[in-house]
């Protein structure tokens, strides 16, 4: 397969290495795609000419590089960075929100009120997965000094902050800046918080949106599924609808997300120190004199807890599974030596 740029691919990410991936498998006829959505049953994928309809055995998700023969995906291209959170419903493993993401921007609308921990987790899933995490406050039109919150928030989570406002187009030329071509932005927040206004202003299409309730400032889902929307100027972005659970899967995601906190851990008396009750915690003195928020402590160990039993779940998921299949494997084998002399 000659390794050409493909026409409409290279404006969202398809680069040389991701090339010779495809070169790699060695068949002529498999066609490079981007899925922009995962529906049931099948996918919408991007191809050198045009958007197509194919069936997938493996699970994906919305900005996954596949590689296509025929109406079918034959294979997944590695993955550079996903963003996962804990699955929700009560099941255990992780959901896969969006693939080969390099920014996740997190929308808050500043019509309500502003949630730090909820900042702070999305940054632990945008780290874990391999992504910046940036701060989006949309509706700054209705703030009185949004500037000001961008700045608290930049200061006070060590996170990239923009206020902007879809309706009048104020801030918005800096957040497009950051979708490169070769670069995949993915939207995350709650209901309301403007995500589906904001992917129209940017990709300068029509989306359909819901008004917020004005009690609770809650909005109603109107995008209903992750969705890659490729942008005029290059890049792409990833829409997703609300989420109402953030559940973090990996320590280190953790770590990162609370490293302006964690600074002057390395002062502690004992390198393993939790920071919660161990003696000589320099993290925790540094909370005593006022340097580091205690909420801010809180939000640490229960993130830290949570993130550990997410990891404790899966290796006792992949220890069944690996136990089931050499159970398998060892009836199989018994049966084919059933008779058999050595």
């Known amino acids: 397969m000659p390794l050409l740029p493909h026409p409409g691919l290279a404006a969202i990410g398809w680069d040389p290495d991701r090339r010779r991936e495809l070169a790699d498998m060695g068949v002529d006829r498999l066609v490079p795609a981007r899925i922009l959505r995962v529906d049931r049953g099948s996918v919408l994928a991007l191809t050198p000419d045009g958007p197509v309809r194919a069936t997938a055995r493996e699970p994906l998700a919305a900005g996954d590089w596949v590689a296509l023969d025929g109406p079918r995906v034959a294979r997944r291209l590695a993955r550079r ?6 699955a929700v419903g009560g099941r255990s493993g992780a959901q896969v929100l969006a693939a080969n993401v390099d920014l996740l921007v997190v929308v808050c609308g500043l019509d309500r ?5 909820r900042v702070r987790r999305f940054a632990a899933l945008a780290r874990a997965g391999g992504a910046e995490p940036v701060v989006a406050l949309t509706k700054a039109d209705l703030h009185p000094d949004p500037a000001a919150v961008a700045a608290g928030l930049r200061s006070a989570l060590g996170v990239g902050a923009l206020a902007l406002s879809a309706l009048t187009g104020a801030g918005l030329d800096p957040l497009a800046t950051l979708a490169a071509p070769d670069r995949t932005l ?11 206004t904001l992917t129209a202003a940017l990709a300068g299409i029509e989306r359909a949106t819901r008004a917020v309730r004005q009690g609770d400032h809650k909005g109603r889902h109107t995008t209903t599924a992750r969705e890659l929307v490729p942008l005029p100027g290059g890049g792409a972005l990833v829409d997703t609808p609300g989420l109402r659970e953030v559940g ?3 320590l280190s995601g953790v770590e990162e997300a609370f490293a302006d906190v964690l600074e002057v851990a390395g002062a502690c008396r004992f390198r393993d120190c939790a920071h919660e009750s161990e003696p000589g915690c320099a993290v925790r003195a540094a909370a005593a004199a006022g340097l580091v928020d205690p909420a801010e402590l809180d939000r640490l160990a229960a993130m830290r807890r949570e993130a550990a039993a997410a990891e404790l779940r899966a290796n006792e998921h992949e220890l069944r599974r690996h136990g089931r299949q050499g159970a398998r494997r060892s009836r199989e084998y018994a049966r084919l030596t059933r008779g058999r002399r050595d």
């Open 113 to 117: 009120p502003l949630r730090p921990g």
């Open 248 to 250: 973090v899967l990996d």
């Open 186 to 196: 993915a939207l995350v927040g709650e209901s309301g918080a403007g995500k589906s």
């Open 81 to 86: 960075s996903e963003i996962a959170r804990h």
